[in-house]
């Protein structure tokens, strides 16, 4: 997959030309056909070849409806063109994958992390799903439509991005406890990408940084077919909230999220290895746990209890206790070493964030008081994957983390 950053709309009419498409589909919105879909129409039209527009509303969803939309008004296309951030190029990468017909991407804000990514995230009788869907062939960056989008979707960006700092940890995480596969040149890369990014804040090469930042970590989660070099707890933090209805976009809460992981694993830095030891002897009260999963997960806490029981009381097990304290000891050196190097961006994380004006207390996002206290209780239930929020699951002292929050 190539990633064009000069001249994007003659570099497409190059691309277009050498693949030989003669009828094409652009799916926009009303918003980014006037700062870019436009362009790419006229590039089309002076290149005498057909070219057909599915324009959606400005707040259009990527649900039955959308998807029904492009099916009833395609006629014939032999690529489509997917112009805009989220949900246009959910809806498009998806169309293309039913109808088997390559698709390129014209992004328009640095909002999130999918754009290379092959599946697509649909709501499908009202509840948000991720399928199966394709990548695209090629991406064509206009960056001064990147540089003039809307600040909110480039805070997003920023936040889905920094996200990576904590998933990435939790990936070590695992790999070091549990000898989960790891692949280290992914995670060299998704580190640099956000490296790069927060020491560019404030200066020219920010936005492209960071959009960069955003296509790269999609690019490694198809290379180790998994989101896991993208996604840990702050991503768990944010669907738990996003079950909550909290309404702002994924990658403010994710930002957010992050923030409070960070905390975290600062907590485990100082944690002596004689107070792990302590906690051969503690076991999950598994009343008090389906109290907290009954208040969290309304309507829907019978299935979340289901889903769950087993990883809970598999915590309980003397032998599991025993082995995975054992080697949190016998590792902590490690594991410290890997905190120690990431935690010290949590100052620069903090100014970035002020200077950009992202969230940075969940009350500025809607959250409630006792919401905010259980999700870090909450959110292990979300996704079996092993992050830091399940270590401390597994200790039980999340809430000593939490109470100083
Ligand atoms: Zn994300």
Redesign the pocket.
Known sequence: MEVVWEEPYESFLRFINKNGYKSLLIICDKNTFDICAVKVKETIEKSNRKCKIVCFEADVIADEFALGKVFFELEQADIFVGVGSGTISDITRYTAYKFKVPFVLFPTAPS??GFASSVAALTINGLKTTVLASSPEAIFVDMEVIENSPEILKKAGFG?LM?KITALLDWQLSHIIFDETIDLEVLQIVKDTYLKTLKSVGENQFYKNLLEGLITSGIMMARVNSSRP??GSE?HLSHFWEYHNIKTY??IK?GLATIYVMRFYEHFLNLDKSRILERKEYRVDLESWEDIIRKGFQPTFEYIIKQNIGRVSKLNDKEFRSNVINRLVEKKEVIDELIKETIGLYKELIDAYKKLEIPMNYSEIGIDKNLFNISFLCAPNIRERFTILHLYEFLGLTDEVVCNF
């Open positions: 999130m992390d889905d996200g993208a996604s991503h994924h990658g994710v």
